[in-house]
C-alpha cells in the first residue's frame, strides 16, 4: 500500500523508536483468539465455500511493525514467511510458528540521499530461478539479491531502473509469468516530500520481458497490486485513488501483446465507507482474485463477481498464499494475519 492517513498510536510509536538494525523487541508472536478477535469472513456466493471454510480462523501472528507489505511464502526450509517493513528498510522473516526476526537490512535504500517517508523495499517474489526479486522504493528500481536465500546479504543487481532515460518513480509489486517475464507497477508512493526528483510525468504499469525491452503496458493515477490469471490470458492491475478506486483487468494476446484496460470492479464508493484502497492481490490457482481492499481482502472469480470478503478492521496492503494454498497470510498495517483455507 502506499499512504496511511492516520498511525496507529502507541504501535506506531514503539516501532519506531526500535533501532533500524536489529529486531524490536517490541515485535512479537500475538495470535487473536476468537473472543478477542475483530476479524470475520462473509462469504457472498457459495463458490467461494470450495477454497474458504465459512467458520474459518483468522489470526494475528505477529505485530509491532511500521508498515508491512509484500508477503512472500518461500518453501525452503520447512517454509517461512518474507515481508518488507518500509519505513525500516527492512525485510522479516516470519516461521510457521509466527517467530520473526530482520532478513535484510537496508531492502530497498541503499543510499546516503534524501529523506524519505518510504525508503524500504515493497513488494517481493521470486524469479522463475528462485531468485529474490525486489521492488525497491528508496533506490527506484526493480532489483535482485545476488546472495542465495539461505544467506541474505543487502546487495543487489538493478534489473531495471528507469523508462526512456527516465528513472522509476518507485516500483511497488510484481508479477513473473511461467516465461520470466515480468509486470510491475510504478506508483509515486516512494519518492521525497512533494515527490522531488520525480522524472516521468505519468505512474506506470510495465512489462519487463525475459530478454531485457522494457514496454509501457499502461499509465494509471495510482497503480499498486498486480497478477495474473492463471492461464496467464488476464493481467489485473489495482488502482490505489481514492478518486478512483478501482481494479482493471488487461487481456493478453498469444504474442504477448496486452489489451486495453478494461474495468473489472470499481471500489470507489466503497473506500467512503471502509479504510483502504485496492492494493495488493494473489491469484488461487483455482481461479480466484484474492485482493486486498477497503475493509480487507475481496475474492472475486474471473468474471468481476465478489465472492467473499474477509474483514480484518484495519488497513490491509497485501497478501501471499503458502505453498499448498492453504493459508493465506496478510500484511495489514503494523500486523501479520494469517487466514485458514481449504
Known amino acids: 500500500m502506499n499512504i496511511k492517513p492516520i498511525l496507529m498510536g502507541s504501535l506506531l510509536g514503539a516501532a519506531m523508536a526500535c533501532s533500524t ?13 476468537a473472543s478477542t478477535s475483530p476479524f470475520s469472513i462473509n462469504i457472498l456466493d457459495d463458490q467461494a465455500l470450495k477454497v474458504i471454510s465459512p467458520d474459518a480462523k483468522i489470526e494475528r501472528m505477529a505485530s509491532g511493525f511500521d508498515w508491512v507489505e509484500g508477503p512472500l511464502w518461500v518453501e525452503e526450509g520447512g517454509g517461512y514467511l518474507l515481508f518488507s517493513d518500509i519505513p525500516q528498510n527492512k525485510i522479516y522473516k516470519m516461521t510457521i510458528e509466527g517467530d520473526t526476526s530482520t532478513y535484510l537490512f537496508p531492502s530497498g535504500y541503499t543510499g546516503n540521499g534524501t529523506k524519505r517517508k518510504e525508503p524500504g523495499s515493497n513488494g517481493l517474489l521470486l524469479s522463475n530461478e528462485g531468485e529474490l526479486v525486489l521492488m525497491q522504493h528508496g533506490d527506484r528500481r526493480v532489483a535482485k539479491m545476488k546472495a542465495g536465500l539461505n544467506a541474505p546479504s543487502s546487495e543487489y543487481s538493478s534489473l531495471a531502473d528507469s523508462y526512456k532515460g527516465k528513472r522509476f518513480n518507485s516500483p511497488n509489486d510484481g508479477v513473473f509469468d511461467q516465461e520470466g517475464n515480468l509486470y510491475f507497477t510504478d506508483p509515486p508512493y516512494g519518492l521525497p516530500p512533494q515527490y522531488v526528483g520525480k522524472e516521468l510525468s505519468f505512474q506506470g504499469v510495465y512489462c519487463l520481458k525475459h530478454d531485457g525491452d522494457l514496454i509501457l503496458v499502461d499509465s494509471l493515477s495510482r497503480p499498486n497490486g498486480i497478477a ?12 490505489s485513488d481514492k478518486k478512483k478506486a478501482a481494479w482493471f483487468r488487461y487481456a493478453i494476446e498469444e504474442s504477448g501483446e496486452v489489451g486495453k484496460r478494461e474495468l473489472f470492479f470499481d471500489a470507489t464508493e466503497k473506500a467512503k465507507e471502509a479504510n483502504g484502497l485496492p492494493d495488493g492481490m494473489e491469484m488461487h490457482p483455482a481461479g480466484y482474485l484474492f485482493a486486498t481492499g477497503p475493509g480487507g481482502v475481496w475474492v472475486f472469480d474471473l468474471g468481476g463477481k465478489v465472492l467473499a470478503k474477509i474483514h480484518t478492521g484495519q488497513l490491509t496492503s497485501n497478501c501471499a498464499f503458502s505453498a499448498d494454498y492453504r493459508r493465506l497470510y496478510l500484511t495489514a498495517d503494523g500486523d501479520i494475519l494469517r487466514v485458514d483455507l481449504k
Not at 495474473?228 to 488502482?239: G, I, M, Q, R
Open 21 to 33: 538494525n536489529k529486531t524490536s523487541k517490541n515485535i512479537q508472536h500475538q495470535p487473536t483468539t
Open 228 to 239: 495474473l490469471s492463471p492461464d496467464e490470458k488476464y493481467l489485473f492491475v489495482a488502482n
